[in-house]
């Protein structure tokens, strides 16, 4: 399968675009609940540490055949950056994640901005994705449903995978 390049995605309320450092100061009030951490391991990341995380995304993976798209997620209502979804996608094969701020949850972005992306993927030739979801985010286990995942018996650092076949 060829490489993948993130381009915008537009679904009814959001637009995903590219993730860029320009958006690292924004990025950081969005993702600076210590509470979104609880699942995904970590700490909230400064605007300058988000900066030279984007720097580094943006410049790709460096292995060849391995595409790294990443999108900042604007509610397009009001004009804001509400979270992010990203997709490694190698040998055919996406794996998938996102993550919402505390601020917005509970409003269906999260899912949107999944379905948008798994559709996307599928666009560009993607045959299946896949995402890992900690047991007890019931939460994400709902947008991975939603996105068209079902859960597998397969684990992977504690986490369940989650997977679609498009193709």
Do not use: K
Not at 23 to 29: D, G, H, N, V
Not at 106 to 134: D, F, K, M, S
């Amino acid at each position: 399968m060829r490489g993948v390049e993130a381009g915008v995605i537009a679904t009814r309320r959001l637009t995903l675009v590219p993730l860029a450092a320009q958006y690292a100061e924004e990025m950081a009030e969005v993702l600076g609940d210590p509470d979104l951490h609880a699942f995904i391991g970590g700490a909230p990341r400064t605007a300058q540490e988000l900066r030279a995380r984007y720097e580094r995304l943006a410049a790709g993976s460096g292995e060849p055949g391995v595409s790294w798209c990443n999108w900042v997620v604007r509610l397009n209502s009001a004009d804001r950056l509400t979270g992010t979804v990203q997709a490694t996608v190698a040998g055919g094969q996406a794996e998938i994640a996102w993550v919402v701020g505390r601020p917005w949850q509970g409003r269906g972005i999260a899912t949107e901005a999944a379905r948008g992306l798994v559709g996307w993927l599928g666009e560009q030739g993607v045959a299946a994705v896949v995402a890992h979801v900690h047991p007890d985010h019931r939460a994400s286990a709902a947008v991975a449903a939603a996105a068209g995942l079902t859960a597998t018996d397969e684990w992977h650092d504690g986490e369940m995978r989650w997977r679609l076949i498009i193709r």
